[in-house]
């Protein structure tokens, strides 16, 4: 090949062609050219000496040297060795294309063996900069003497100057050869990725290491109505902002497929935020189908890299819509399946705050939506208060209030009509700035109904995939909710029930369980006593001279004192125990699997809790102070039903009586007549006894 014939070979792709070869690893190599007596540098701007560009030595100020070096060796058509004013030493080779531009290889980036001390101080001192920092800078380049960099430039220049032709079209096509293979093994790679992340971090690190692109950004559709969101993938800012559709289809009208090449003064059209001087704009594309674009900025992409970067984004573009295709088949498959299990969660709730709870989470789960509430209208149908919450904190939902017929969630809760927003700063029923707590713009408002009015409202925002929500998303919602407030109503009549069962079961004065739970639940203990072979014991607590309290203090002072006793023995009581209102001053508490000796104890504490508390103008009594008398029956030695076992109980607890009051007595117990107790009775087996 003549040496014409090598000119016609561009000047990158001749540029990469030379950091292949051996001789000049060490070297940062660079091209200029010169139109019109202006040198100006191709593509990437980042100084020759890379590491001393840290310490702000070598970017500007070196660019005059190189200029000076460059228009040098274009004047005197051969090449020139000169150094920086760093003293690191540099080679500019020329080289000529036609009549057109001047070109100009330049190698540097490297220092002598021996540093130059002097040098260094001198630089650190008029520059203003850490010296031992600049001394270590220059220790980690790489070291050529004056006859290598000489060496290299006459080497280069005979490369250039076809003297070795054939060895650089072998180079070449070896390399091209090579980038095609590395390139189809990447595409059946990205072929193999199983998500739309993992494929764009592919491509991402393709574009960086393969092509050594310095800035590049992408931006992929979201679905028929959404703006292009544009995000860095490198050596930018993670968000760029977006574009329309309509932006995106006039940079590739009519489904052009082919590189746009956008310049400074129309950037700002299509990337606002990014400062750059042209951007290399090549469609993601399957078919007629855009989905989006992939900007190079700053670069100058040889004609046969911006052909395979085309052919990595076909690749893309075809891997992403089977993504999303794959995605639809898959949320049309599950949508049945997934609907029967929303209306089963729902209906398993076991209260109604559980129950708005998971109306909410099933129903953001179905819709794929990040962000919600579930707000009811009070009592008086004014206001909406948040109920339950997604995407913010409950408390801090709960300080906000909305009022009926104002606002979006009051206009729906007023008229009982659904609302689905697409774009809430666009519907002319809405048209409001949309909120900074919210990422998108689309919502769903409804209704929920109970008997025919509007008991609260359920909304919905935030698609997690970032899309706007459909008419399909609103009628799936409406199915939720219409089932949805079958089961509040279900629950809201249960609830009732069951209050209106725990009053038949209560006792109205103290709040404990009445005689009717007791029988009930005695008979339950008395089965199990006898599957399991247990002991069940009762305790029958009877205040002491309650009638002459009442007669001294009045009716209105003995509730005070029921009360009172019936907290203490709560209180006093074990987890397991069941502590009820027998009638009248009598208590009834029930021992499950407690043995005729551990009752003793648990009967003894509840005696003492009674006798130190002390009651209003209790020293009128007789014993001078208001006391329990308890008597235990243990089943089934005592009694095995409920009539037997508490006739036990009763005989006890009038042994405790005529022995002298405040005491505990078991049904097996001798009977000790004490009508006046000594100051310190002694106690037997079977009986407490204290001093009035």
Sequence with gaps: MSADETATLKPLELLELLRG??????????LFYEKDGLVTRVGTVSPLCGVLARNLVCIEKCEPSYERAVMLALGKQKPMVFSCRAGLMNFAVPYQVGDGFRFCFVGGGVRAPTLDLFLTEKLAKSDRIDGFALLEGLEKLPTATPQEVKDAAKEVSRLLGGLVSDSIQARLLEKNVEMFRTVRGILAHLEGTTTPEALIGLMSETLGILFDIPRVAIGLTNGPGKDIQLRGL?????????????QLAALFPDGDTGPVLVPEKELGEYFPSVVAERALCLPIASGAQLLGLLAIFDDDLTYRDTLLVGMITDRIAAKLLQFRLDESQRLEASLAGKFVSVLSTISSAENRRDLYLSILETAADLLQASSGSLMLVDDNGKNLRIESVMGMSLQLARSMSARVGRGIAGKVAES??????????????VRIPNRSRFKTKSFICIPLRVKGSVIGVLNLSDKRNGGIFSET?????????RHACVVLERTEFSEKAAQLEEITLTDPLTGLFNRRFLEQRLDEELSRCGRQQQSVTILLVDLDNFRVYNELCGHAAGDVVLKKTARLLKSSARQMDIVTRFGGE?????????????????AERFRREVEKSGFTHEENLPLGRLTVSIGIATAPADGNDFQALMGSAEVALHRAKISGRNRVVHFDSPVIV???PSPAPLRTLGESKVSA
């Design 21 to 30: 070869f051996p001789f000049l690893e060490k070297f940062d190599l660079a």
């Design 234 to 246: 490198i050596g930018m800012v993670k968000n760029l902002g977006g574009c329309s559709e309509k």
């Design 416 to 429: 009982g009509e659904p609302l689905l927003v697409k774009d809430i700063e666009q519907d002319s029923r």
């Design 473 to 481: 998303d609103l009628e799936l919602l409406i199915s939720v909710a």
């Design 586 to 602: 009598k208590f009834c508490v029930i021992l499950p699997g407690t043995s005729k000796k551990e009752s003793f104890c648990v």
């Design 674 to 676: 004490n009508p006046k």
